[in-house]
């Protein structure tokens, strides 16, 4: 028995009805020691009723399935009972989960981007006529004050005024919503699929446009923007962090609050620190806001994934995230190097392309 | 056609739209800032119809890009089948490069506009495209005159030589 499990490409272990460690294959020693879990331990990380699962298993001939986030890593385990012992086979999904994850995200992106163009597009036609329409209303109200003699007609004089108003009125209204289809074009960036030079800032002020509504009165928004230089990136994806990570920056502020977005260069990268006066990061959850799953947001609000795809996106620019958090609020720091390699450059294509699925 | 015959004549533009209010603006447009005559068509279809009945009156042409029985490009190539000479517009607030690139190559597009229009551009292109048709009327009736006073030249070469002869 022991010989068969030792050599199996799984990690397995076996235990007595009593959670007590009684064979533990190669795989598995490397799995724990991996993870920093004493061999003997394991029970010890798995929640309590595992106690009477296992002894389910070794008495009654049960059979149990779970699935445990520790440190990091996703088990999968199954439990089945062997003779008076329960075997327990462990598969270690981290990668395939996260994977399917950065899937997920990457297909939510491309549709957003599709719907952007889409929507972009289907707002362009009913765009020219209301711009042009106000356009050609205050030339007749022009042509209509050269026409009747408005001295002697004050009424018709204010109703021209109030014309003109309206039109003005209209325009910048009309200017307004093609700066938001402009953002929501750029934010996405669906043209763009590719790795391009371009001036983070852009992508900044398009996220910050996007999420207006969600800053109005409550949150003051402070924009300290260093002069730097184009970055070579994939510029859809860092909009994308820059939303995950400003939108968390809205939430985390209860009331009223600011937020500071603030870039400068620092030797051969640059920075973007995103600060909130938010309530904070408790201390304990520092250290999993970018695990895959982890949110504190509540069902239906967060989905865990922002931070983490944030994360994974900025590794792959070679660049890293750092977080300071306190009670009075917490910073985001994102560091993009200057300059890149070609092995980044392949590895991201490779994403890009998959991930597109067109 | 001299010029000033065309003086007196109303240039008319043929614009095809699917969208009816596209059409009404750019029609309110110029009967407040320009003396042309607007003839409008939410089917281009429609418009190539009416155009084989009446060919001679058209001086430019304004389409859509996306229609639902015929893209824009497809009408102007039907367009310039007909008259070559007609400065042929594309309107679309399908934003493409690619696209536009194709369109000025494979149309000969004199004009290509993006969706939302801007009302003074879009006067000043029709108002060049008009001038462009204008001259090239006019080198062609200058072309034809040219050959006819050649025609009669040669006829007096040929007279005066059979005198001398």
């Given at each position: 028995m022991?010989e068969v499990t030792e050599i199996f ?6 235990c007595?009805?009593?959670?007590r460690?009684t ?8 799995l724990?020691?991996e ?7 394991f029970?010890?990380?798995l929640p309590?009723?595992y106690?009477?699962?296992?002894k389910?298993?070794?008495k009654e001939?049960?059979?149990?399935e779970g699935?445990k986030?520790?440190?990091g890593?996703?088990?999968?385990f199954a ?5 008076e012992?329960a ?7 981290t990668?395939?989960e ?14 957003l ?19 042009s329409n ?12 050269q026409?009747?003699?408005?001295q002697?007609?004050r009424?018709v004089n204010k109703l ?8 003005r009125?209209?325009d ?10 402009g ?9 763009e699929a590719d790795?391009?030079?371009v001036?983070?800032h852009?992508?900044?002020?398009s996220?910050?446009t996007?999420?207006?509504?969600e800053?109005?009165?409550r ?10 230089p ?5 510029p859809n994806?860092l909009n ?5 990570i400003v939108?968390?920056a809205i ?5 009223h609050?600011?937020?500071?977005i ?7 990268s640059?920075?973007?620190a ?10 304990e959850?520092l250290?999993?806001i970018f695990d895959?799953?982890?949110t504190?947001?509540g069902?239906g609000v ?7 795809i944030?994360?994974?996106?900025v590794?792959?620019?070679r ?7 306190s009670?009075h609020?917490s ?6 190097p200057?300059k890149d ?9 490779q ?6 699925g067109? | 056609?001299?010029?000033?015959q065309?003086?007196?004549n109303i ?14 603006s750019?029609?309110s ?5 320009g003396?042309?005559?607007v003839?409008t068509?939410?089917s281009?279809a429609?418009?190539?119809a ?5 060919p001679h009156?058209?001086d430019l042409?304004?389409?859509d890009?996306?229609?639902p029985e015929?893209d ?5 190539t039907?367009?310039k089948?007909?008259?070559?000479l ?9 934003a493409?490069?690619?696209?536009a ?5 494979n149309?000969?597009l004199y004009?290509y506009l993006?969706?939302?229009w801007?009302n003074?551009?879009l ?6 495209g008009l001038e ?6 006019q080198?062609?009736y200058?072309?034809l005159e ?10 007096v070469?040929?007279d005066?030589m059979?005198?001398?002869?």
């Amino acid at each position: 028995m022991v010989e068969v499990t030792e050599i199996f490409p799984f990690p397995i272990l076996e235990c007595d009805a009593n959670c007590r460690l009684t064979s533990i294959n190669a795989r598995c020693r490397d799995l724990l020691d991996e993870l920093g879990i004493p061999h003997d331990q394991f029970f010890r990380v798995l929640p309590s009723r595992y106690a009477s699962i296992i002894k389910k298993v070794v008495k009654e001939g049960e059979t149990h399935e779970g699935r445990k986030r520790i440190q990091g890593h996703v088990l999968r385990f199954a439990c089945i009972p062997s003779r008076e012992l329960a075997l327990i086979f462990i598969n270690d999904v981290t990668r395939e989960e996260e994977f399917q994850t950065q899937l997920i995200q990457s297909e939510k992106m491309a549709s957003l981007g599709l719907l952007a163009a889409g929507v972009a597009h289907e707002i362009n036609t009913p765009m020219g006529a209301i711009r042009s329409n106000t356009d050609i209303l205050s030339r007749a109200v022009r042509k209509m004050r050269q026409l009747i003699d408005t001295q002697h007609n004050r009424e018709v004089n204010k109703l021209l005024g109030i014309l003109d108003e309206v039109c003005r009125n209209n325009d910048v209204a009309a200017e307004r919503i093609m700066s938001i289809v402009g953002s929501l074009k750029n934010f996405a960036r669906l043209d763009e699929a590719d790795r391009k030079k371009v001036n983070i800032h852009e992508g900044l002020d398009s996220t910050l446009t996007l999420v207006r509504h969600e800053l109005t009165h409550r949150i003051q928004l402070v924009k300290q923007y260093a002069e730097l230089p184009e970055i070579v990136c994939f510029p859809n994806q860092l909009n994308q962090v820059f939303m995950n990570i400003v939108v968390n920056a809205i939430q985390a502020i209860r009331e009223h609050g600011t937020i500071t977005i603030k870039t400068f260069r620092d030797h051969d990268s640059v920075k973007i620190a995103i600060s909130d006066t938010g309530t904070g990061i408790a201390p304990e959850n520092l250290g999993r806001i970018f695990d895959p799953g982890f949110t504190t947001k509540g069902v239906g609000v967060g989905t865990g994934l922002g931070l983490s795809i944030s994360y994974k996106i900025v590794q792959n620019h070679r660049g890293k995230i750092d977080v300071e958090s306190s009670g009075h609020g917490s910073t985001f720091t994102i560091t993009l190097p200057l300059k890149d390699s070609n092995e980044s450059r392949t590895k991201q294509a490779q994403h890009t392309h998959d991930s597109a699925g067109r | 056609m001299s010029r000033e015959q065309s003086k007196h004549n109303i240039p008319t533009i043929l614009l095809v739209d699917d969208e009816e209010m596209v059409l009404t603006s750019i029609k309110s447009f110029f009967a407040i800032e320009g003396e042309y005559n607007v003839l409008t068509y939410t089917s281009p279809a429609q418009a190539l119809a009416d155009l084989d009945q009446a060919p001679h009156s058209i001086d430019l042409v304004i389409s859509d890009y996306l229609m639902p029985e015929m893209d824009g490009l497809k009408f102007l190539t039907k367009v310039k089948e007909r008259f070559p000479l007609v400065p042929r517009i594309l309107l679309t607030g399908y934003a493409d490069k690619k696209n536009a690139i194709n369109a000025i190559n494979n149309v000969g597009l004199y004009q290509y506009l993006e969706k939302p229009w801007d009302n003074d551009n879009l006067r000043l292109v029709v108002r060049n495209g008009l001038e462009k048709t204008l001259l090239l009327r006019q080198l062609q009736y200058k072309i034809l005159e040219a050959e006819r006073a050649q025609r009669e030249l040669s006829d007096v070469h040929k007279d005066v030589m059979r005198v001398f002869a």
